[in-house]
């Protein structure tokens, strides 16, 4: 299993991990409710998991600026 991670907002990969022992309970997806995974996490026609996040810098213009929670989209 390959799992992709980007930021939702600014689209900036993350990271990868690509490993055939990579399960959703020890990458952690299993803490997460069904409605945060739904939201989160989504697989392609070949098997690969994406999952996105906010990256640190999206992350900080969030908690610097709690009205762009409201918003869908938005760069930096």
């Excluded at 490993?19 to 989160?40: H, P, R, V």
């Excluded at 969030?62 to 009205?67: F, L, S, V």
């Excluded at 762009?68 to 938005?74: D, F, G, M, S």
Aim: charged letters at 20%; hydrophobic letters at 35%.
């Amino acid at each position: 299993m390959v799992v992709y991670y980007r930021c939702r907002q600014c689209l900036k990969e993350m990271g990868k991990v690509s490993s055939a022992k990579a399960t959703q309970y020890n990458l952690g997806f299993d803490a997460l409710t069904e409605e945060e995974q739904a939201e989160m996490i989504s697989a392609d026609q070949d098997g690969h998991v994406h999952v996105e996040l906010l990256c640190e810098h999206c992350h900080q213009m969030t908690a610097n600026n709690p009205d762009l929670h409201a918003q869908t989209n938005w760069y930096h």
